[in-house]
């Protein structure tokens, strides 16, 4: 995944400056918050789970120099405490999850949060993630705020962010990592703005493939043709995963070069295939003014042309 690579090239930098190699990112909330569906969701099949021998609940996963530790907050024995200390001082990146439909719990998950602040580095940026947004009883994002009294993170220096996401559908997960990767990696050298897309594929609700366009020239570069292929299967295979879903995302690497941005919504699911550095939330933007401008057309019954409409709107974005 594009995002785990760039955490892993701020570290190079680190190292060149001779710190140790290794980041160390801490997932932290309450029980059930989705904290371990969201780490399976960002990291898919490319970790290690190292079940610790502690006889105590943390997931540590490990991907090449990244290593994330899930821990729940609250209710802790001793040794637990003892353990997180351990742990969440050496994380440079802290990532709390809230369940945003269990405001019951706000109070608690905002006590227990303020409380393991104070263990942490001063300057490790904190990403909020608002999780399960696809529960009609979940809060908005200005309730979370309220309810964890966010304000009082304006008054340092650290940079955070609160997105509300949900982990089973992918909506809003991405962007938020995108958010923090930028913040970790602070690498000028990643394109805010434009990406390349080498190709795309749109399907109806019913994953019946509707159009596709391949930007570049595929046939001199097998490479791209493959990874164009590969991008079908999988954004097929997404439209008939989330058929019951109105609004769903994922982000899959393909063949270690691109990665495969999906999208959908209540008409369509889109695949747009992109270079692996390139910000994924600038294809989430594209794809839903893409679905906006091809609504009409298709409910008309009428042909969609997506290399039209990715050529006229996004000419910056589309490869020649
Ligand atoms: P934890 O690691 O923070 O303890 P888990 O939480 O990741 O184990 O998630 C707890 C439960 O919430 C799981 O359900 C999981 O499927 C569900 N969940 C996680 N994220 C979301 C989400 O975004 N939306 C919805 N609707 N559910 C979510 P089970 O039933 O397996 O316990």
């Not at 190292?50 to 209710?75: A, M, Q």
């Not at 949060?113 to 942490?120: G, I, R």
């Not at 962007?175 to 434009?194: C, E, G, M, R």
């Not at 070069?257 to 699911?269: A, E, G, P, S, W």
Request: with cysteine.
């Amino acid at each position: 995944m594009s995002f785990l690579r760039r955490l892993i090239s701020a570290d190079r930098k680190k190292a060149q400056e001779g710190e140790q190699a290794k980041q160390h990112v801490a997932i932290i909330g309450l029980d059930a918050a989705g904290k371990t569906t969201i780490m399976k969701r960002i990291l898919r099949s490319e970790y290690t789970l190292s079940k610790p021998t502690f006889g105590v609940n943390i997931e540590v996963y490990r991907y090449r120099t990244l290593e994330f530790v899930v821990w729940d907050l609250g209710g802790h024995a001793p040794i637990r405490k003892t353990l997180w200390k351990k742990f969440v001082t050496k994380a440079s990146v802290i990532v709390f999850v809230v369940d945003a439909a269990d405001q019951k719990r706000f109070h608690l998950a905002k006590e227990v949060f303020y409380e393991s602040l104070a263990n942490t580095d001063p300057n490790a940026p904190i990403l909020f993630l608002a999780n399960k947004s696809d529960k009609e009883e979940a809060a908005s994002t200005l309730e979370v705020m309220e309810a964890l009294e966010l304000h009082k993170m304006t008054r340092g220096e650290r940079p955070f962010n609160l997105f509300r996401c949900s982990a089973l559908t992918g909506e809003g997960l991405f962007t938020a990592w995108d958010w923090l990767v930028d913040v970790v990696s602070k690498d000028s050298s990643i394109p805010t703005w434009h990406v390349k897309i080498y190709a795309a594929a749109i399907f109806d609700a019913n994953a019946k493939e509707l159009d596709h366009a391949i930007f570049g020239n595929p046939t001199q570069q097998a490479k791209i043709a493959n990874a164009y292929r590969e991008s079908i299967k999988e954004t097929e295979r997404f439209a008939k995963q989330m058929r019951d879903y109105n609004e769903a995302v994922t982000v899959l690497e393909i063949m270690n070069d691109f990665q495969l941005v999906i999208t959908k919504n209540k008409l369509f699911v889109m695949g747009i295939l992109i270079d692996v550095n390139d910000p994924v939330s600038r294809v989430l933007t594209i794809s839903s003014r893409i679905f906006e401008s091809i609504e009409m057309d298709y409910l008309k019954g009428h042909q969609i042309s997506l290399e039209k409409v990715i050529s006229n709107y996004f000419p910056l974005d589309a490869i020649s």
